[in-house]
């Protein structure tokens, strides 16, 4: 469990970098903490990098609209293309 002091660190920040968005436990608690980090971030316009592997059609799957238009409304999309490193590490 993250203490007060760790949630406070997330928010405040110099640059939040959220790695492989989608692969957290979703549930209603987790959803509106994400929500409300994007949130602030935004509204505070402090940098996020964020990773996924998933398209943003199935963003749009596992996220509410509220998180969606935001991450989809406010970021510049990059795709990355090229092999998996840990496939290449495991069968080479």
């Known amino acids: 469990d993250l203490s007060s002091e ?38 505070n316009e402090k940098p996020v990098v964020i990773s996924t592997n998933l398209t943003p059609n199935e963003l749009v799957n596992h996220y509410s609209d509220r998180i969606i238009s935001r991450v989809l409304g406010h970021y510049l999309s990059l795709k990355f293309l090229g092999s998996d490193i840990r496939l290449q590490k495991k069968f080479s």
Not at 37 to 42: K, Q, S, T, Y
């Open 6 to 43: 760790d949630i406070d660190a997330i928010y405040k920040c110099d640059l939040l970098i959220i790695d492989d968005l989608g692969t957290e436990g979703s549930n209603s608690f987790t959803t509106s903490e994400l929500f409300s980090l994007i949130n602030d971030r935004l509204l």
